[in-house]
């Protein structure tokens, strides 16, 4: 079955540590995205990409970082920049960026990350 | 500027009678606009979409939502709740060069949905 696999479920985090957040999809999606969700909130963007080898920051980019080697694979760091990692991290895909398209986003099931 | 107002963040129903899950959107552009549900510590799964053909979208597990251009609204209904229902949903607006996001979404902050046996 095609979809989005996000790895690890959970994840801890210590003080001045980079993580990164592993995003894998077999849809043959050209856009991808990171989304932070915190309680109560709606989901925030945090970087997207269009097609390989280009991203884009998104409305809370500061303390993240991304990569697009591959068309399958997204790969979101968490750097020590970020002073309040603390959330629900959600991959996204689309077949084209949704704005351009109109083609809706499919998600993987999240990574969980909290500061030891 | 785009923008989306879930007018619930909680609501509450007995099982077996209908839920409505109200959505008001607004945005410069003729946008495209869509229902997702949300599990527990899952990632969000596409209901319904809206993107300019029939304006009553009908969408999966007996959801429907009935886009209204006179009056912003896109609201999410379904006619018997059902217990596997329970769950966190989000309306969506998409338009380019909308002012949303920086990807031209704009996420509304979420309704939890419960339902009473």
């Known amino acids: 079955d095609g979809g989005i696999t996000q790895s690890p479920k959970y994840l801890f985090r210590k003080e001045g540590q980079n993580v990164t957040l592993s995003c894998e999809q077999n849809?043959?999606?050209?856009?991808m995205y990171w989304y932070r969700q915190d309680p109560g909130q709606g989901l925030r963007l945090i970087y997207y990409s269009q097609i390989v080898n280009d991203f884009q920051k998104g409305d809370i980019a500061e303390g993240y970082s991304v990569s697009r080697e591959k068309k399958e694979s997204f790969p979101l760091t968490v750097t020590s920049a970020q002073k309040n990692p603390t959330a629900f991290y959600l991959c996204?895909?689309?077949?084209?960026?949704?704005?351009?398209?109109?083609?809706?986003?499919?998600f993987g099931d999240g990574t969980r990350l909290s500061i030891l | 500027a785009q923008s989306v107002t879930q007018l619930d963040s909680h609501v509450s129903v007995s099982e077996g009678t209908p839920v409505l899950l109200r959505c008001n959107y607004s945005s410069s552009y003729s946008p495209s606009l869509f229902w997702y549900v949300q599990h527990p510590n899952k990632g969000l799964q596409l209901l319904l979409k809206y993107t300019s053909a029939a304006t009553l979208v009908k969408g999966i597990n007996g959801f429907e939502a009935e886009f209204k251009k006179s009056e912003t609204s896109f609201h999410l209904t379904k006619p018997s709740a059902h217990m596997s229902d329970a769950a966190e949903y989000f309306c969506v607006v998409s338009a380019l060069s909308s002012g949303g996001g920086a990807d031209g979404l704009t996420f509304g902050k979420g309704t939890h949905l419960i339902i009473q046996p």
């Open positions: 849809l043959n999606h050209d856009a």
């Open positions: 996204a895909s689309s077949i084209h960026l949704t704005v351009n398209s109109n083609q809706p986003q499919h």
